[in-house]
């Protein structure tokens, strides 16, 4: 009986084997998603809304700078101007070690809610050839500002970063980019 079933077997195996690799390759494409483009035929760059971890995330980080604010220098976050004076003197009285960027960057999270206020601006997951990142972008455009590092790149090389001179600066770069309102001088 084992003889007479090994050609058999053989028959199948090869049967199998035509069509395992079309199947395989079938279903490889359908499980592709259609959106799935090439490098180059997508189009750079890619904003979208944060999704609710993403605005958690923001959440604990403000809570992070507040508790510090609180405990160390005995002020709060008041969503306003005074927050870039806070966030100056945590930076100025070392608060934050240079070596931890997630607590670095949660400085650069209240300074980015400072443009988003002044400037109308939104918070927005960028992404682009380079990678992914939470901006405070224009509304309605691709133009945006990256608060969260501009703190910590410069703190985590040893700076002492002049928080109202990096505010100006980026102000300057982002208002020719902002809606224009009827009858303005600009």
């Given amino acids: 009986m084992a003889t007479t079933s090994l050609p058999l077997l053989s028959f199948f195996s090869s049967i199998k084997k035509c069509f395992l690799l079309p199947a395989l390759l079938l279903s490889t494409l359908i499980s592709l998603p259609a959106f799935a483009l090439d490098e180059e035929e997508r189009t750079w760059p890619q904003l979208r809304d944060l999704t609710w971890m993403e605005k958690n995330y923001l959440s604990r ?3 992070f700078v507040d508790e510090l604010a609180r405990e160390k220098l005995g002020l709060q976050l ?11 003197r945590v930076i100025n ?4 070690e240079s070596s931890n960027s997630r607590k670095l960057q949660a400085l650069g999270v209240v300074l980015g809610d400072q443009f988003v206020r002044d400037f109308n601006l939104e918070w927005r997951r960028y992404e682009d050839e380079l ?11 691709t133009h945006c500002l990256f608060p969260i590092t501009m703190l910590s790149r410069r703190m985590e090389v040893g700076l002492m970063p002049n928080v109202e001179k990096i505010y100006t600066d980026a102000s300057a770069m982002i208002t020719p980019y902002l809606p224009k309102l009827p ?3 600009q």
């Fill in 61 to 63: 980080q403000r809570e």
């Fill in 78 to 88: 008041r969503e306003n101007q005074d927050d870039l004076t806070l966030l100056q």
């Fill in 93 to 96: 009285r070392g608060l934050i």
């Fill in 131 to 141: 990678g992914e990142s939470t901006a405070a972008c224009v509304k309605d455009t």
């Fill in 183 to 185: 009858y303005s001088v």
